[in-house]
C-alpha cells in the first residue's frame, strides 16, 4: 500500500478490504493487515450497522505474518518493493531482522549462500535464527563489522549440538568470516553450528575472525573443518574473548593464532571427546610476531580414547613466531591425548613467558614427552603453579631456558633439569611432588628444588643446588680425597665417604677418609673433590670447621680443623696452636689415620 488515501465508504457490515496481495480490516478505528492473498474471512468483524462514515486512511506501515514489518523507504532499501502508488516500501531492522525475511529457506538444502549474505549486508545489526534451522551455503559468507548472526536455542553435545546451524559445501574454504574494520569496530557470531559436508580440503578454515576490535565469539561450534577457528590480526584485528566455543572434526589444528594481539578463552571445549574427532597436528597452534597476550581459562583439550593415545601431536604448536613479548597463560583447564604438551619450529626463536596454573597436563597413559623444542628456540619463563604433569619433564640446554619456577606442582613422570649456564639458567622450584626420578646437571646461575619425591635424586650440578625434599633429605654424594703437597701418589682407602647439601646457599659436608696407605706424597694435607667452588673470601664465616673425629695421627700439637680455599675446590687442614693455626703435612699422618669430618662453607 502507499501513503494514498484510502475511503471506506457507507458500506453495511462490509468491513473488509481485500486485494491481489493483501487483505486489510477496518477494526478498532484503524485499518489492519489479517491474511495474506487469497484468504477468506468469514462473517463480520463488526456489528452490522445502518452506515458507516467514509474516512480517510493514511498507511504508514504494515506488517507480514513472517514478522517482518515494513515502512516507507528506499529503492536500495532492505528487501525493498513497489507498490501500484510508487511507493517503496522496505523491511524496518532497527531492531534487528530474520533471515527468512531475506528469503532464506533454511531447509538444509537450498542453497542460501546470497539470501544470506543479503540479511549480512542489510544494515541489520543483529540477524536472528531460531533453533532447528538449517542454512545451507555452496560458497562462505561474511559478516560485516557492526554486525551479530544470533542463533537461539544452542546446547553443545558430544554427539549432537543443537540450534542453529551453518552447513557448508565441504568445497567452501573459509565457512565464515568476521570482518571488522580495523581497530575500532567488531561483529559477532552468538548460538550457532558451523559445520562442513563431507572431508574438509586441507586449510580449509570454519571460523576466521581476520579484522576487528573486541570481536564476539560465543556459543558457537565449528566442526569439520582442517582448521575450525582461525584468528588473523595481519588486518589490524587487536583483542577477543571467545566464550564456550567448540570443535571437533580438525584434521589440522583445532585452533590458529596469526599475528591477533590479544585473545583471550574462556569456557572452551576442544575436541569431542573422540566422537567425531580425527587425528590432527595440535589443538592451538601460534605464528607470526604480532601477538602478545593469550589465555585460556576453563577449557578442555581433548579427542579422547577413542582413537588410541597420543591422537594430537601437541597442545601448543609455535610455528615462525618471532615476537619478543608474548605471554601465553592457561588456568583451570585440562588436557589429554597429544604427544606432547610444546612444540616449536627452527624459526621460532624465543618464547617470553608460558604460565600454567591448576591445569592437567597430559593423560595418565599415553604422554610421550612435555617438550618438544627446536635447538633455536629460547624459552625465558616458564611457569608452572598447582599443575599436574603426567608428562616425562625434561628440561635441557638445548631450551636455552633461562627461568623454571614452579611451586605447588605435581611432576608423575621423571623429571630431567639440565642448567645451560651461570648467566642463563634458574630454576626455583617448591613444594612440589616428585613421583618418579629426579635429575639435576649442568651449571646454574641459581637453582633449588624442594617438595616431596618418591624416587631418587640424581645430582651432578656443576653449580650449588639447593634441595628440600620431605621424602628425601637433600644429600648428595661426593668422593674425597686426600693429598700432600697436591699429590696423591700411592695413597689408597679403606674408607673413602662424602655427601653434601646445600642450605641456605651455604654448602655443607660431611666427609669420612680411613686410610690404608698415606702413599709417597709429601706437603701441605689437603681435603680434594669439594663438589663445588669456594667462595674467594677465604676465612670469612662458615668456610670451615673443626675436624669432628681423628684417630691414629702422629705428632699433632692441637687439635685439626679445616679451611676451604678461595676459588678452588679443596681445604686446607690445620692443627691448632696457642696464638695460631699451622698446616698439617704429610708426617702428621700415618698409613692407618681417620678423618671424620663436617663442615659449611659458601661456594663462589
Not at 487483505?23 to 484468504?39: H, P
Not at 647439601?501 to 706437603?523: E, P
Not at 667462595?535 to 669432628?548: D, L, P, Q
Amino acid at each position: 500500500m502507499s501513503d494514498q488515501k484510502l475511503t471506506i465508504g457507507n458500506t453495511p457490515a462490509a468491513a473488509a478490504l481485500t486485494g491481489s496481495e493483501l487483505t486489510w480490516v477496518w477494526q478498532g478505528g484503524e485499518l489492519k493487515q489479517t491474511l495474506f492473498s487469497n484468504a477468506s474471512l468469514f462473517g463480520s468483524l463488526l456489528p452490522d450497522r445502518a452506515a458507516i462514515p467514509t474516512v480517510n486512511i493514511t498507511v504508514a506501515q504494515f506488517n507480514t505474518n513472517d514478522g517482518a514489518t515494513w515502512i516507507h523507504g528506499t529503492s536500495v532499501g532492505p528487501m525493498a518493493i513497489q507498490d501500484a502508488g510508487g511507493q517503496w516500501w522496505q523491511i524496518d531492522i532497527s531492531r534487528g531482522a530474520w533471515l527468512e525475511w531475506f528469503g532464506c529457506a533454511l531447509n538444509g538444502v537450498t542453497d542460501d549462500s546470497t539470501a544470506l549474505q543479503t540479511a549480512l549486508n542489510s544494515g541489520a545489526k543483529v540477524l536472528f535464527a531460531m533453533s532447528g534451522r538449517v542454512c545451507y551455503c555452496a560458497t562462505g559468507i561474511t559478516i560485516p563489522a557492526g554486525v551479530t548472526l544470533h542463533g537461539f536455542g544452542f546446547i553443545a553435545g558430544t554427539a549432537v549440538t543443537t540450534g542453529f546451524e551453518l552447513l557448508f559445501a565441504a568445497g567452501a574454504g573459509t565457512c565464515v568470516t568476521l570482518a571488522g574494520n580495523g581497530g575500532s569496530t567488531g561483529c559477532g557470531l552468538r548460538g550457532v553450528v558451523v559445520r562442513r559436508v563431507g572431508t574438509p580440503p586441507s586449510g580449509s578454515i570454519g571460523v576466521k575472525l581476520s579484522d576487528g576490535y573486541n570481536s564476539i565469539l560465543e556459543d558457537v561450534a565449528s566442526y569439520n573443518h582442517a582448521i575450525p577457528y582461525y584468528f588473523d590480526g595481519n588486518n589490524q584485528g587487536i583483542c577477543c574473548h571467545p566464550q564456550r566455543i567448540y570443535s571437533g572434526g580438525a584434521t589440522d589444528a583445532h585452533v590458529v593464532i596469526n599475528n591477533f594481539p590479544e585473545i583471550r578463552f574462556n569456557q572452551c571445549r576442544f575436541g569431542t571427546n573422540g566422537v567425531f574427532d580425527v587425528v590432527c597436528n595440535a589443538f592451538v597452534r601460534f605464528t607470526g610476531n604480532l601477538w602478545n597476550t593469550i589465555t585460556m581459562a576453563s577449557c578442555q583439550f581433548s579427542q579422547g580414547h577413542t582413537l588410541g593415545h597420543s591422537v594430537v601431536g601437541t597442545i601448543l604448536d609455535y610455528v615462525s613466531c618471532t615476537s619478543q613479548n608474548q605471554i601465553v597463560q592457561i588456568s583451570d583447564c585440562y588436557s589429554e591425548n597429544t604427544t606432547n604438551y610444546i612444540t616449536t619450529d627452527a624459526a621460532t626463536t624465543y618464547i617470553h613467558k608460558l604460565s600454567l596454573s591448576n591445569t592437567m597436563c597430559g593423560g595418565s597413559s599415553d604422554p610421550i614427552e612435555f617438550f618438544n623444542i627446536n635447538a633455536a628456540t629460547i624459552i625465558n619463563t616458564l611457569q608452572l603453579s598447582s599443575c599436574i604433569v603426567n608428562y616425562p619433564f625434561t628440561f635441557t640446554p638445548a631450551l636455552n631456558f633461562y627461568e623454571l619456577l614452579a611451586s605447588g606442582t605435581w611432576f608423575r613422570a621423571a623429571v630431567a633439569v639440565t642448567g645451560g649456564g651461570t648467566g642463563t639458567s634458574r630454576c626455583a622450584v617448591s613444594g612440589c611432588g616428585f613421583s618418579n626420578n629426579l635429575t639435576i646437571s649442568g651449571a646454574f646461575t641459581s637453582a633449588t628444588f624442594g617438595g616431596e619425591i618418591s624416587g631418587t635424586i640424581t645430582n651432578t650440578a656443576t653449580t650449588p643446588i639447593e634441595l628440600s625434599f620431605s621424602g628425601n633429605d637433600g644429600w648428595t654424594s661426593f668422593t674425597p680425597t686426600l693429598s700432600f703437597g697436591n699429590a696423591s701418589v700411592g695413597i689408597t682407602y679403606s674408607v673413602q665417604w662424602g655427601r653434601y647439601r646445600v642450605t641456605s646457599g651455604n654448602v655443607v659436608i660431611q666427609a669420612q677418609i680411613n686410610l690404608s696407605s698415606k702413599g709417597s706424597s709429601t706437603g701441605t694435607a689437603r681435603l680434594e673433590g669439594l663438589p663445588f667452588i669456594a667462595n674467594a673470601a677465604r676465612g670469612t664465616a662458615g668456610m670451615g670447621s673443626v675436624v669432628a673425629f681423628y684417630d691414629n695421627m702422629s705428632s699433632l700439637t692441637g687439635w685439626p680443623v679445616v679451611s676451604t680455599n678461595g676459588g678452588e675446590t679443596n681445604a686446607t687442614l690445620y692443627q691448632n696452636g696457642a696464638a695460631a693455626t699451622t698446616p698439617l703435612n704429610d708426617g702428621e699422618f700415618t698409613n692407618t689415620s681417620i678423618l671424620q669430618l663436617e663442615f659449611m662453607y659458601a661456594p663462589s
